[in-house]
C-alpha cells in the first residue's frame, strides 16, 4: 500500500514538471491543439475592372496559445505565402517599425509574450473577385491562416469593362 502510493507520487513528481514545461512552450514546435490567433485575422480590399489592390508592408500579429489559454514562449513557427508577395520580419523595437524582407517560408521564435510579428507586401491585378489565402502558419499541429477578400465593383459602368461573375 505505502509502496503504491509512493509510485504515484514519483509519477506526479516527474510527469508534472513536464507538463508545465510543454504548456510554455520549449523551443520546439507548439503542443498538441495550440491555436493560432492571427491579428488582422482577415482583410477586405477593393478592386474594379480596371485597377487591381494591394496590400503594402500590411502588419500581422501572430500569437500561440496552449489549449489551456497560455502563451507559446520561444516556440518556433513556419510563415508562408502560398500565393505569393513579399514577406518581412518586423522589429517592433523602433520607432517607426523596421521591416526586412526574408524569404517564404519563413522559420521563426514566439517572444516572451507568445507573439511572432511578420509584415506582407501582396498585389492582385483589376477585377480580382473573391478570397484568397495570403499568409499560411504551421507549429507542430496547429495551423493558421489569413484570407484577403477581394471585392471587384464597376468602376465607370460607360465603358466596356466589367468584373468577372
Keep these: 500500500m505505502i509502496e503504491t502510493t509512493l509510485s504515484r507520487i514519483r509519477v506526479a513528481a516527474l510527469c508534472l514538471p513536464l507538463a508545465l ?7 520546439s514546435e507548439a503542443v498538441q491543439n495550440t491555436v493560432v ?15 487591381g489592390a494591394s496590400l503594402s ?24 505565402t502560398p500565393s505569393g508577395g513579399t514577406l ?6 523602433t520607432t517607426p517599425p523596421t521591416l526586412t524582407p526574408v524569404l517564404s517560408p519563413y522559420r521563426t521564435t514566439t517572444g516572451s509574450n507568445g507573439v511572432a510579428t511578420v509584415a506582407l507586401d501582396f498585389s492582385v491585378g483589376p477585377g480580382a473577385n473573391g ?10 499541429t496547429a495551423y493558421g491562416n489569413v484570407n484577403v477578400t477581394y471585392t471587384c465593383g464597376d468602376d465607370n459602368t460607360a465603358d466596356a469593362f466589367e468584373c468577372p461573375s
Design 88 to 93: 518581412y520580419t518586423v522589429d517592433t523595437s
Design 57 to 80: 508592408q500590411h502588419i500581422f500579429t501572430i500569437e500561440l496559445r496552449s489549449p489551456t489559454g497560455y502563451p507559446q514562449i520561444g516556440t518556433e513557427l513556419l510563415v508562408d
Design 131 to 140: 478570397a484568397v489565402t495570403v499568409l499560411g502558419i504551421f507549429s507542430g
Design 21 to 27: 514545461v510543454a504548456s510554455c512552450g520549449s523551443g
Design 37 to 51: 490567433n492571427v491579428d488582422p485575422s482577415a482583410v477586405a480590399q477593393p478592386t474594379t475592372p480596371t485597377v
